[in-house]
């Protein structure tokens, strides 16, 4: 049995992996709950631990559960963020019991998911930005007006955003944090599929900061905090 008092972590945890991964393989073991995947257009993958320590109660046998993450992101919904949960194995189904006011048991079978084991992108990025979420969310919203796409770029060590359509265009202009590594004195350019990067950040507090790894021609690696758990995401560049 796993036993949650506060549910907004895993909430928010399957809530931006689910955008774009339906169905994956979450591992739980000692380290707590986890789960690597790509996307089945091969754009995007993900990597995340919801650490042991986030729990009340973790007390399962290691395992690899078949998930359909779309129907699990559907029943977290109706979680209020407060609400205690416990997670339950039960007989090829997958238990979701929510402990408030009125108790509902919800149960999801499940599935058989084939999938390769995956390794993460071994890049030495030129540029590896720390930048406020909410400064990037924003950013996205604008590029959102004109265009399906947005362009990345590292000039004099800022990191510009531009996105451009047949209604207009928008450029933002953004100072990254003091940790910030610039390993290059290279200019770059990457474009990335906006509905992706929208829905990678959707979960991401405005208040946090979100790591990034740039390097032309390579995937762009994203990194931020959900409470005590790590998101990381690669993303494929697309042609400019």
Do not use: W
């Amino acid at each position: 049995m796993i036993s949650i008092s506060k549910a907004d972590e895993l909430k928010k945890v399957i809530d931006s992996v689910s955008s774009f991964i339906s169905e994956a393989n979450l591992r739980f073991n000692e380290q707590g709950i986890s789960l690597k995947a790509v996307d089945q257009s091969q754009i995007a993958l993900v990597d995340f631990l919801i650490p042991k320590k986030s729990f009340e109660i973790f007390k399962i046998e290691p395992c690899l559960l078949g998930i359909n993450l779309e129907e699990l992101n559907k029943v977290l919904q109706r979680i209020n963020p407060t609400d205690k949960i416990e997670l339950n194995l039960r007989e090829g189904f997958f238990e979701i019991n929510i402990l408030d006011e009125m108790k509902r048991k919800f149960t999801l079978p499940l599935i058989d998911v084939n999938e390769t084991e995956l390794e993460l992108p071994k890049v030495k990025y030129d540029f590896e930005l720390t930048i406020p979420a909410r400064l990037l969310k924003e950013s996205l919203k604008d590029a959102g007006l004109f265009s399906s796409s947005v362009l990345l770029k590292v000039k004099q060590n800022k990191l510009i955003i531009e996105a451009e359509g047949t209604q207009g265009n928008i450029r933002a202009l953004i100072n990254p944090l003091s940790d910030s590594k610039f390993n290059s004195t290279k200019e770059l350019e990457a474009k990335f599929s906006l509905s992706f990067l929208s829905s990678i950040f959707k979960a991401c507090d405005l208040n946090h900061n979100v790591k990034i790894g740039l390097k032309a021609d390579s995937p762009i690696r994203i990194e931020f905090l959900i409470d005590q758990t790590i998101l990381v995401f690669y993303l494929a560049h697309m042609i400019l």
